[in-house]
């Protein structure tokens, strides 16, 4: 069977083991339905996600005129404290950073290679968790814009770290970590203007990916560079497909790229 399709981030659902779904224009694959087969990838086209055209994807899954242009890829994203919207001050588009910014947001720790604390909105909870392949996470602070959140996750990356050892996450070399204890244990570095929404009974939240086999070393699939592969699928875990061959494929990273997929 073959489809045709920009990649976007797989779409996920909440059960035990989490559901994929990659979602084309006119198609969906369910990707659980396809473990143990064999998937093949092949690299067709760019089609940026801001103004569809055939130009090599910069970042995010947007060519580098719209990288730069579009209210959706702006500095805030990444760096949450840069939010302005509470303040009424424009940065690319008002209107679509006030929407976006100036709603519920969760400070919380997750463990997908390490114990690491993150933002996002509250309406992206557990789906955030699931995207970064944590096996499991806990909230600390639920504030009502992301700008709080920011300023709460730059006081507590002194102290616990922010980034995924993605290479960790995929071989599965983690630990399970008592993320209750490390929620108390950060709360009196919490900023004064979030400390009032500090979580305190909230529990943890466990993650399980279907994954047949972890693979013991990782090759990453670049399709810029190879622009064709072939192998079976053994696991989904994150963004990211897990092979036979210990290739892994970064759905989200590939964003912008226009495939064709061939399952047997």
């Not at 602070?141 to 700008?147: K, L």
């Not at 929404?197 to 939240?205: D, G, M, S």
Request: glycine share 6%.
């Amino acid at each position: 069977m073959q489809f045709e399709g920009v990649l976007k981030k797989m779409q996920t659902e909440f059960t035990t083991p989490i559901q994929y779904y990659l979602v084309f224009e006119d198609d969906f694959i369910h990707m659980n339905q396809l473990l143990d087969k064999q998937v093949q990838i092949q690299f067709l086209k760019y089609t940026c996600l801001n103004c569809g055209e055939d130009r090599p994807i910069f970042r995010q899954g947007f060519c580098k005129s719209c990288f730069f242009d579009t209210p959706s890829a702006g500095d805030w994203i990444m760096r949450p404290e840069l939010s302005t919207a509470h303040l009424d001050k424009e940065d690319r588009n008002l209107a679509y950073e006030k929407r976006v910014q100036l709603q519920p947001h969760i400070v919380y720790l997750a463990n997908s290679s390490n114990v690491k604390v993150g933002v996002t909105r509250k309406t992206q909870v557990p789906t955030r968790w699931i995207d970064q392949g944590a096996h499991e996470a806990i909230e600390i602070v639920e504030v009502p814009n992301r700008y709080l959140a920011g300023i709460t996750e730059v006081a507590l990356k002194d102290h616990v770290g922010d980034k995924t050892n993605w290479r960790k996450m995929l071989t599965n070399t983690v630990d399970d970590e008592d993320l209750v204890m490390w929620r108390s244990k950060l709360r009196p570095f919490i900023p004064e203007a979030a400390a009032p929404y500090f979580l305190e009974n909230k529990e943890e939240t466990s993650v399980i990916y279907p994954v047949l086999q972890y693979p013991e070393k990782v090759k990453s699939l670049n399709l810029d560079k190879t622009p064709q592969y072939a192998g079976k699928l053994k696991g989904i875990k994150g963004q990211y497909l897990l092979f036979e061959d210990h290739t892994v494929f970064n759905i989200r990273g590939s964003e912008g790229y226009y495939v064709g997929l061939t399952f047997s």
